[in-house]
């Protein structure tokens, strides 16, 4: 990346601060009129026209304004960004999201939905594909004469529940049995183990040894599920308040559809190995992805990465207030999930 003067370096930060809140391309004589630039506006001119050459801004059309390049907001995130800290008013919306549940998905809908309103974008929270992840607790129980509920509580913290119809005559002596053999079967197993079990033995009880069928081949389906990772989603309609994309919502909304059906909003938000945690238009892996920021963050449970808090928004997105916003709320839901389940 080509390195900037003070002077282009003032200019380029005032160009990207005006653009996120205006929208509209920025001309010299504004930025001279709004900001003490100290120069006049054809010098402004002159360097807005070289940092053009270099690849920091662009020429929308025919007006005299430019806006920032994806370089020219990597520049700026990089190297002039002056971030602003939550209020004690945000900072408290997303600590009481974060301990509003105890099951994390509901942590993380929660969360998401209070992170999107707070910065009026797209709130994404993915949990990783972890086939390390243990099952601590395992409890089949009886809720009728032909139905039962069970509840697997997985290391970092997730919850799954599944209705399950049982064999007609079964006791509760039978469920209890089941109860003790799934506990028996199941407990401690990671979920790369758990997508390949198979049922095991007889209990002496057809009746048992069926649902014990039921269970294991439930089971498997839920481990081979969550290996593969879940994402939730919160705030779609901010991005389609946002100007760049009203000039043609269809487009949006079928990007949001391809993104939410398959895995590249997953991928564009779970970051890989030495991944930057601020990913600027062009530098999204998927073309797709490619009118689009991303910022994220991972959480924890305990010391263990449990998955990745982002916002997605345009390109001209409030960087200085999105990065310290995705740390603050990554750290307040590890912190609740350590709490619940560390």
Do not use: W
């Not at 049982?166 to 199941?186: F, H, M, V």
């Amino acid at each position: 990346m080509p390195e900037l003067d003070s002077r282009k370096q003032t200019v380029l930060q005032a160009i990207v601060l005006e653009y996120i809140t205006t929208a509209e391309p920025v001309a010299s004589e504004m930025l001279v009129q709004k900001y003490d630039l100290g120069v006049k506006s054809a010098t402004i001119r002159n360097e807005m026209a070289e940092m053009s050459e270099l690849g920091f801004l662009e020429q929308p059309h025919t007006s005299a304004g430019r806006i920032p390049s994806d370089l020219g907001y990597r520049y700026y995130v990089d190297r002039l960004i002056v971030q602003r800290h939550p209020g004690e008013a945000e900072k408290q919306r997303l600590r009481d999201a974060t301990d509003d549940g105890e099951a994390l998905h509901t942590l993380l809908r929660d969360t998401m939905r209070a992170l999107s309103r707070v910065t009026h974008l797209l709130g994404v929270a993915t949990t990783v594909r972890d086939t390390s992840v243990t099952v601590r607790t395992a409890v089949f129980s009886a809720l009728g004469p032909s139905q039962a509920l069970l509840v697997l509580v997985l290391s970092n913290g997730h919850v799954e529940n599944r209705m399950i119809e049982c064999p007609p005559g079964l006791t509760l002596e039978d469920i209890g049995k089941t109860n003790e053999a799934l506990t028996l079967s199941i407990g401690g197993k990671d979920l790369r183990n758990l997508s390949k079990i198979k049922t095991s033995g007889t209990l002496g009880n057809p009746a048992v040894d069926k649902l014990m069928g039921v269970l294991t081949t439930t089971i498997r389906s839920i481990a081979r599920e969550l290996t593969r990772g879940k994402m939730i989603t919160e705030g779609e309609e901010f991005l389609f308040a946002q100007p760049e994309f009203q000039r043609d919502a269809g487009m949006l909304a079928d990007l949001l559809h391809q993104m939410s059906e398959s895995a590249i909003l997953y991928e564009a938000v779970t970051p890989g190995e030495a991944v930057r945690p601020v990913i600027i238009g062009r530098e999204n892996r998927n073309e797709r992805m490619r009118q689009l920021s991303v910022v994220r963050h991972s959480f924890f449970v305990g010391e263990n990465e449990a998955g990745v808090v982002a916002l997605v928004g345009p390109t001209r997105m409030r960087y200085d207030a999105s990065i310290p916003l995705v740390s603050y709320t990554a750290k307040a839901l590890s912190d609740s999930l350590t709490r619940f389940f560390g």
